[in-house]
């Protein structure tokens, strides 16, 4: 089986408050991009890396993949103003494929049990998305006050990778685009499609480094896993 990737790096990481791209912060000396590439530079499945980057970073990527030894990444467009413009440019430097996933640059910590079932999932069925069910009881707010509590057992939350064959996602994109429709996961547009879209069930680890304590959490999980 083999997959192309798209990693979409070219966020400002705003919310971490670092005062600059929250990939380049370390997580064990290496940085969180370094650790989201190699998962997928060792992963035999993996034909070729697609980074999304923003021109003023571009060097020094460049330099951290010679660095690491990152040999995969076959293109790195420049990104766009929302994470859903840079999946769009990545696309478009892959041209056709069978299988493309899309994984949060910020997301280190996905292992590759996971990766390969949505690669089978999206194979068999077009389209497969990584989650963890809700662990904790929802409500619907709206203004402060609680409208709902929402039935938790029906409800996950959403990861990454998202697998899709390649041209059911190119069209969902190429809609989305004509129609002026922005999503915030690649899901979302492949489901305005009417197509299922199917959930494999991921890990809780595999967290999206956002804010301050993620980093706390991510060298935790560093530590349990190699020492
Ligand atoms: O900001 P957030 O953590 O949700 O971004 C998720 C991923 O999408 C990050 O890896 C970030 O670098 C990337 N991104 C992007 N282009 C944007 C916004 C975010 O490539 N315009």
């Given at each position: 089986m083999v997959y192309d990737v798209i990693l979409p790096?070219?966020?400002?990481?705003k919310r971490m408050g670092?005062?600059?791209?929250?990939?380049?912060l370390e997580l064990k000396e290496k940085p969180i991009l370094i650790h989201t590439l190699e998962v997928f530079e060792k992963?035999?499945?993996?034909?070729g890396i697609y980074l999304a980057v923003k021109d003023s970073e571009r060097e020094f990527i460049q330099n951290l993949l010679k660095h690491y030894h990152i040999?995969?990444?076959?293109a790195m467009p420049t990104g766009g103003a929302e994470r859903q413009y840079s999946v769009q440019s990545c696309m478009k430097a892959i041209g056709n494929g069978d299988i493309v996933l899309v994984h949060d640059?910020?997301?280190?910590?996905?292992?590759e049990p996971t990766i390969h079932k949505l690669v089978e999932a999206a194979q068999q069925k077009g389209a497969a998305i990584a989650g963890v069910r809700a662990k904790d009881t929802m409500k619907r707010v709206e203004e402060g006050i609680i409208q709902e509590t929402v039935d938790?057992?029906?409800l996950w939350m959403i990861q990454t990778p998202q697998a899709f064959r390649f041209e059911l996602l190119q069209y969902a994109e190429n809609h989305a685009e004509q129609d002026g429709f922005l999503g915030t996961d690649e899901s979302m547009l492949v489901e305005r499609e009417g197509e299922f879209v199917y959930m494999v069930e991921s890990s809780y680890e595999n967290v999206k480094i956002t804010t301050k304590e993620d980093l706390v959490f991510g060298e935790a999980i560093l530590n349990q896993r190699i020492g």
């Open positions: 790096a070219a966020g400002s990481g670092a005062g600059k791209n929250k990939l380049f992963d035999e499945w993996c034909r040999t995969k990444v076959k640059a910020a997301r280190p910590f996905i292992l938790r057992s029906t």
